[in-house]
C-alpha cells in the first residue's frame, strides 16, 4: 500500500479545507486515567476548522458488551451514512490524542469497502492553521456498504491460529502488557498463547507513523506468514498496527476485533511472560 492511502500531510489537509465533498472528523478518544478530558470536551476546547466529532460508539455495535466492536454490515452502513459519509465523499481523520483512534476509523471504513479515507500523519499535533471552537454537523448522507470481511478476525480464527504455522499473531500493547508484567487486571494475564510481541509505539515516531522503511524493518524481526492477525486491548491499537504493516508490504492483514477483551471473556488460552520467538 502507498503511504498517501493511509495518510495526509497537514499542509494538504489545509490546501483541502472548505472542499464539498470533503469530510473531515476528529475521532479524539481519550484513555489515560489522569485527566478529566474526554473526546468530546477535547474537541469542544479546539478543532481544526470544519471539523466533525466523531463519537466511536456512533459507528459500533454497543450491544456487544465490548467497546467498539463492529456491527452488522447493514447496521454498519446505516450508522456511517448517520454520520454524514457518502460513498463519493473524500474523509479525512484525525485525533489530538493516539492517532490509533483515527486508524480505527481508517480500519473500519476500508472494511466498509471506502477507499477515499486517510488519517493526518501527527493528528491535531501535526497542524498549524487556524483552531476552531464552533461544534459542527454534516447532513446524514447514502451510504452502500462493499464489506471487506478478510480485513477482520473472529475469536475462532484467532484461536485456530494458535497451532497454524501460516498464521502470525501480534499484540499491539506495550511490552509489560504482554508479559503480564502491567499493574492492570486484564493485562496480568498475558497475552494470546503462541502470539508475538510488536508495541504500537515501535512504530510510531512522536506523533507522526514511521518512514516506510522504518517500518519494514521492525515487521522484519517476524516470520512472514500467509496471514497476519493483529490484536491489543480492545481493537483499537491493533488497527494502527495493520494499517502500518500494510505500509511494509504485508498484504493479508487482519484485526481481531474483540481483542484480549473478548479473548479472557471467553476464557481462552493465555500466557505470561515471553515466548520463543518474541523480541
Same mark, same amino acid.
Given at each position: ?81 448517520? *454520520? ?144 497476519? *492477525? ?50
Amino acid at each position: 500500500m502507498n503511504r498517501e492511502e493511509l495518510l495526509i500531510e497537514a499542509d494538504e489537509l489545509s490546501s483541502k479545507l472548505g472542499s464539498p465533498g470533503l469530510r473531515l472528523y476528529d475521532a479524539t478518544f481519550v484513555l489515560r486515567p489522569d485527566t478529566s478530558d474526554t473526546g468530546q470536551t477535547l474537541y469542544d476546547k479546539g478543532h481544526i476548522p470544519g471539523a466533525v466529532f466523531l463519537d466511536h460508539a456512533s459507528i459500533s455495535d454497543t450491544t456487544s458488551g465490548l467497546n467498539f466492536t463492529l456491527p452488522t454490515p447493514a447496521q454498519l452502513a446505516e450508522k456511517l451514512g448517520a *454520520i454524514g459519509i457518502g460513498n463519493d465523499n473524500e474523509v479525512v481523520v484525525y485525533s489530538s490524542d493516539s492517532i490509533m483512534w483515527a486508524t480505527r476509523i481508517w480500519w473500519v471504513l476500508r472494511y466498509a469497502g471506502h477507499s477515499r479515507v486517510r488519517v493526518l500523519n501527527g493528528g491535531l499535533t501535526a497542524w498549524q492553521g487556524e483552531i476552531e471552537t464552533t461544534a459542527n454537523h454534516y447532513d446524514p448522507a447514502a451510504f452502500e456498504i462493499d464489506p471487506q470481511p478478510g480485513m477482520f478476525a473472529s475469536i475462532d480464527e484467532v484461536e485456530a491460529a494458535m497451532g497454524d504455522g501460516a498464521v502470525c499473531t501480534l499484540n499491539a500493547l506495550p511490552w509489560t502488557f504482554y508479559t503480564g508484567e502491567a499493574d492492570i487486571d486484564y493485562a496480568k494475564q498475558g497475552h494470546i498463547t503462541g502470539s508475538e510481541s510488536l508495541p504500537f509505539s515501535n512504530l510510531m515516531d512522536g506523533h507522526c507513523i514511521k518512514s516506510t522503511a522504518a517500518l519494514a524493518a521492525e515487521f522484519s524481526n517476524f516470520r512472514q506468514q500467509d496471514r497476519l *492477525i493483529n490484536y491489543c486491548g480492545g481493537g483499537i491499537a491493533a488497527t494502527l498496527n495493520a494499517t502500518c504493516a500494510l505500509l511494509a508490504g504485508i498484504k493479508n492483514v487482519a484485526v481481531y476485533d474483540g481483542s484480549m477483551s473478548e479473548w479472557l471473556q471467553a476464557g481462552k488460552p493465555t500466557t505470561p511472560g515471553s515466548e520463543p520467538g518474541t523480541i
